[in-house]
């Protein structure tokens, strides 16, 4: 069955102090593997795609990777306007669906 | 490119009421999707569209439910017959068929059932 845990459920981060977010996939075939930010009330905001294992991408102090088994997203010297849950979802060849994990809600203190 | 828009952004109905909410998706995207979100978990999948073909529903949506895509642009949701356990917020996403399915959300609609 296709599945995605999310790791932390929540972080709490100094301003400044470097982490990373884990998202854990079981899918059989992977099309495509996607995060997202959510703000409390509002609706997911993407952030990147990632199709193979290898591939890098960034943006600003966001950085995703992924291998066969997971992705992460690493955030470095954050902001306190970085606190917001992060979702990962991953989409399955046979399938449009996203499966979502639960998210990572992030807290950064100034 | 205004994004993808949704209306309204709240509805407070009291069991056993219907609701309808609508999804305006990116004006060049041919595929829509709703998902079902509640507190402190993530998206779940309900339906989607490419053009106005209903192509997909999750075992979990019930007959309560329906959805509609008549011309292949905005699209409805229904809840017939509303229980406190509806109450979530309903996310309308959007996509461009191709490799790269990324799909871009809206703000949700906000239900709460009394």
């Known amino acids: 069955e296709d599945q995605v845990t999310q790791s932390p459920e929540a972080l709490r981060l100094q301003e400044g102090e470097s982490s990373s977010l884990n998202c854990s996939y079981t899918?059989?075939?992977?099309?495509?593997l996607f995060w997202y930010r959510q703000d409390p009330g509002k609706g997911p905001e993407f952030l990147f795609t990632l199709y193979s294992a290898g591939e890098e991408k960034e943006k600003e102090r966001l950085k995703a990777t992924l291998t066969k088994k997971e992705s992460f997203l690493h955030i470095t010297a954050p902001k306190p306007e970085d606190s917001a849950t992060y979702l990962c979802?991953?989409?399955?060849?046979?399938?449009?669906?996203?499966?979502f994990g639960s998210g990572t809600k992030l807290n950064v203190k100034p | 490119d205004t994004g993808v828009s949704q209306d309204p952004r709240h509805k407070i109905t009291k069991r056993g009421q219907n609701v309808t909410f609508r999804c305006d998706p990116i004006?060049?995207?041919?595929?829509l999707y709703w998902y079902r979100q509640t507190l402190g978990q993530g998206p779940e999948f309900l339906t989607y569209f490419q053009n106005e073909a209903q192509l997909e529903k999750s075992r979990l949506l019930s007959d309560r439910f329906s959805a509609e895509r008549p011309k292949g642009s905005f699209s409805t949701l229904e809840i017939q017959r509303t229980e406190q356990g509806d109450s979530a917020m309903y996310l309308c996403?959007?996509?461009?068929?191709?490799?790269?399915?990324?799909?871009?959300f809206g703000p949700g609609t906000r239900l709460t059932v009394l």
């Open positions: 899918v059989s075939g992977l099309r495509g």
């Open positions: 004006s060049e995207h041919n595929r």
């Open positions: 996403a959007s996509s461009l068929v191709s490799g790269a399915d990324t799909q871009y």
């Open positions: 979802a991953v989409q399955a060849n046979n399938f449009n669906k996203f499966y």
